[in-house]
C-alpha cells in the first residue's frame, strides 16, 4: 500500500511479510541502514503480530511526521519517531520491546517514508529482497489470537473493547482503541 500524505509532502509504503528469517539481525539492521541512506528513505520494521492493521501504523507515521513538524519528537529519527507512537510508549527502549522486530519474528510489518514515490518503492523493494520473505499484507490482518496479543500489549480492558464493540465489529474497535492510546501519546507532552 502506497499512500501520499499532502500535508507533510511525503509518500508512505506498509507492507507486510510472512515466513521472515533473519540469522543475523544485527547485521541485518546495518544493511537497512546503509541502504536507506543511499535511498533518502525513513524505513522502520515491526513485529506483525503486534500490528493492529494497516492503520495502525499509517496513524503511527502521521503522529511521528505532527512531531517532527512541531518539533516535540521524542527520538532523533522520524524512523524511530513511528516505533515510539505505534507502540504509544515514551520510552524507545519499551518500544522496540513491544513491536520491534527480533530473531524470532516470523511476520514483519514494514513501514516506509520519502518524499518521492519511486523512492519509496525502490526501498520497499531492497527490503523485501533483504528480508528473503514471501510479501504478504494478510500478516497485517487481524485473527482472534492477533487481537489478543495486542490487547495484551497495549493494557486493552474487556469491557473497554466490548463498549466500542457495541457499534463496530473487532477489528474496527480494538484498531481504533490502538490508534486512541496512540493519540494520548502526542498530549502527554
Known sequence: ???????????????????????????????????????????????????????????????????????????????METMVYASAQRQIRKAMKLLGINSDSSEMAVLIIGEKPETVKSALSMVSKHINAQHDDTVLELSEEKAAIIQGKFGILDVELKTVMKKDGLEKALTDLVIERMALLATQR
Not at 8 to 17: E, P
Not at 24 to 53: C, G, N, P, Y
Not at 56 to 78: D, G, P, Q, R, W
Open 1 to 79: 500500500m502506497l499512500k501520499y500524505i499532502e500535508e507533510f509532502g511525503k509518500h508512505i509504503a506498509i507492507a507486510g511479510f510472512r515466513k521472515t528469517k533473519i540469522k543475523d539481525i544485527e547485521e541485518f539492521f546495518k544493511i537497512i541502514r546503509k541502504e536507506k541512506k543511499l535511498a533518502h528513505v525513513e524505513i522502520q520494521l515491526f513485529d506483525a503480530k503486534s500490528v493492529a492493521t494497516w492503520q495502525h501504523l499509517y496513524f503511527a507515521a502521521l503522529n511521528a511526521l505532527t512531531a517532527f513538524k512541531n518539533e516535540e519528537n521524542i527520538s532523533k529519527s522520524l524512523a
